[in-house]
């Protein structure tokens, strides 16, 4: 049974510092991951989707890595801002399923 | 292109009423996923849905939910007899073919929150 883990919690940074999230999860054998964005009481927006043969993927800011082998992704977010406080949610996806972790709460200190 | 619409984005039921949440997929979709976020908690799968069939319901409880995608219309995600413990988000995706194909992807909807008092 796949089992998503995020790492840490929750977590509070100064406005400007690189940061990193940590996912891992339990079965290597996904076919993609993606990392999403959630607004308290919001829905869900997608940052970065990376296929199982993939390595990384970028957009803007963002840096998102993938290690199927050893079961882990990491987001890595630059030069962070007060409007990148959210949850970051990781989520792979196995046999037509999505798996979450619980998430990741951002709080970016001005 | 719409994205997924979900309707209503606010509920709210008292104990023992009926919830009926609506997804309309993206144009062209015919795989629908619900998922339920309770406060504070991540995203759990509830089912998974075709066209006129269920494909995997191993996330819904045994009693009181039921689900359906029929050949017209949105898929209906439907809570009988609600409890408080049904108080959550309810998050509908659809996807044009099967999770795992060469590029396809799930795309969220903005969820209901299901309030029940």
């Not at chain 1, 989707?49 to 977010?77: F, P």
């Not at chain 1, 030069?79 to 951002?106: E, H, M, W």
Request: hydrophobic share 35%; aromatic share 8%.
């Amino acid at each position: 049974k796949q089992e998503v883990t995020q790492i840490p919690a929750a977590l509070s940074v100064p406005e400007g510092e690189n940061l990193v999230l940590n996912c891992s999860f339990t079965d290597s054998a996904i076919y993609n991951l993606q990392w999403f964005r959630q607004d308290p009481g919001k829905g869900l927006t997608s940052l970065l989707l990376i296929q199982s043969s993939q390595r990384e993927q970028t957009s803007g800011r963002l840096n998102a890595s993938l290690d199927k082998s050893s079961g882990r992704s990491t987001l890595y977010i630059a030069a962070s801002q007060p409007g990148d406080s959210a949850t970051y949610l990781c989520a792979v996806v196995g046999n037509d399923k999505i798996i979450f972790g619980k998430g990741t709460r951002l709080h970016i200190l001005p | 292109n719409a994205g997924v619409m979900q309707n209503p984005r606010h509920l709210v039921r008292r104990r023992g009423q009926e919830a009926r949440l609506r997804c309309s997929p993206m144009k062209g979709h015919s795989h629908v996923y619900w998922y339920r976020q309770l406060p504070e908690e991540g995203l759990k799968f509830m089912v998974y849905l075709q066209k006129e069939n269920i494909i995997d319901e191993s996330g819904m409880p045994k009693e009181r939910f039921s689900a359906e995608f029929p050949k017209e219309g949105p898929s209906i995600l439907r809570i009988q007899q609600v409890v408080r413990g049904d108080s959550a988000a309810y998050f509908c995706a659809s996807s044009p073919g099967s999770l795992g194909g060469t590029n396809t992807e799930a795309f969220f909807g903005q969820g209901t929150r299901l309030t029940v008092v």
